[in-house]
Nanobody
Framework: VQLQASGGGLVQAGGSLRLSCAASRRTTSNNGVGWFRRTPGKDREFVAAISWNGGTTKYADSVKDRFTISRDNTENTMFLQMNSLKPEDTAVYYC?????????????????WGQGTQVTVSS
């Protein structure tokens, strides 16, 4: 399975971006998916995850009420809507497919990763 992430860019604080991640195969519709992010010198950090049918979501405390994860299984695509962006949200964002049906906040549970898309929030 190949994942192609897109939608990153440069935005001012308070602005919004929508990340997309397209999967090459339909098999991902049975798996939970999620978004992580990484900044230089730090480990990959959990951002959000969603279950196979979209019925269950989870978020890191730092993004709760600002970010929304969703998926469209008919298009094999997941999304991360990011609102009220802050400079500390600056990172490379990665999409991933979880081993199980429910998205995990642990990166070791993910079996496929996208290439990452840079998000930069200026103050």
């Amino acid at each position: 399975v190949q994942l192609q992430a897109s939608g990153g860019g440069l935005v001012q604080a308070g602005g919004s971006l929508r990340l997309s991640c397209a999967a090459s195969r339909r098999t991902t519709s049975n798996n939970g998916v999620g978004w992580f992010r990484r900044t230089p010198g730090k480990d990959r950090e959990f951002v959000a995850a969603i279950s196979w049918n979209g019925g269950t979501t989870k978020y890191a405390d730092s993004v709760k009420d600002r970010f929304t994860i969703s998926r469209d299984n008919t298009e094999n695509t997941m999304f991360l809507q990011m609102n009220s962006l802050k400079p500390e949200d600056t990172a490379v964002y990665y999409c991933g497919v979880s081993r199980g049906a429910y998205g995990s906040n642990w990166s070791a549970d993910y079996i496929y990763w996208g290439q990452g898309t840079q998000v930069t929030v200026s103050s």
